[in-house]
T-cell receptor, first 110, second 115 residues
């Protein structure tokens, strides 16, 4: 599976949009991009995934560049409860195996 | 919708003692099941995955083993715990119906401390 690169940390003001970047320059054509988040001492929570089109759900939007080498997770109106580690994963493994990196620690401040 | 149960929630065990962590799932049939471990301050590491009853694949050599005696039951075991086995153990499932790219859902986890 392709490796991903994320900034180790970022801060965001409550009520503002949070834009979380992920670089996956070695992604192959059939690999999906998944985003998860992990609030302290809990299991990871699925956020969104996509292949090449932009995706939106009730939690977030996923913007994938045309060359698919990077993506951005957008939390439209960050709240204090969005403070978590956010993981970007790319995978096409038919067994569904994920390789988690270090993720981005997002801190939302009042 | 699917539900994942893990127990115990926390566990403190002495070095050299045995271990058995249980994961059971509801609301789905024939899921893929996964065990992950998260050491303190680190990311998640995939330990085992299973695509069916009695079918276990190990991702990394270690002091642990896994079994899947029933479709919705996944067990993580050790005969003798090491200090390095301390961590947060997470069970996850992926539904096998629908697309090949279904997301994984994670359980609440078991926090294991080996002293």
């Amino acid at each position: 599976d392709a490796k991903t690169t994320q900034p180790p940390s970022m801060d965001c003001a409550e009520g503002r949009a949070a834009n979380l970047p992920c670089n996956h320059s070695t992604i192959s054509g059939n690999e999906y991009v998944y985003w998860y988040r992990q609030i302290h001492s809990q299991g990871p929570q699925y956020i969104i995934h996509g292949l090449k089109n932009n995706e939106t759900n009730e939690m977030a939007s996923l913007i994938i560049t045309e060359d698919r080498k990077s993506s951005t997770l957008i939390l439209p109106h960050a709240t204090l409860r969005d403070t978590a580690v956010y993981y970007c994963i790319v995978s096409t493994d038919s067994w569904g195996k994920f390789q988690f990196g270090a993720g981005t620690q997002v801190v939302v401040t009042p | 919708s699917q539900t994942i149960h893990q127990w115990p929630a926390t566990l403190v065990q002495p070095v050299g003692s045995p271990l058995s962590l249980e994961c059971t799932v509801e609301g789905t049939s024939n899921p893929n099941l996964y065990w992950y471990r998260q050491a303190a301050g680190r990311g998640l590491q995939l330990l085992f995955y299973s695509v069916g009853i009695g079918q276990i694949s190990s991702e990394v050599p270690q002091n642990l083993s896994a079994s899947r005696p029933q479709d919705r039951q996944f067990i993580l075991s050790s005969k003798k715990l090491l200090l390095s086995d301390s961590g947060f153990y997470l069970c996850a499932l992926r539904e096998t119906s629908g697309t090949s790219y279904n997301e994984q859902f994670f359980g609440p986890g078991t926090r294991l401390t080996v002293l």
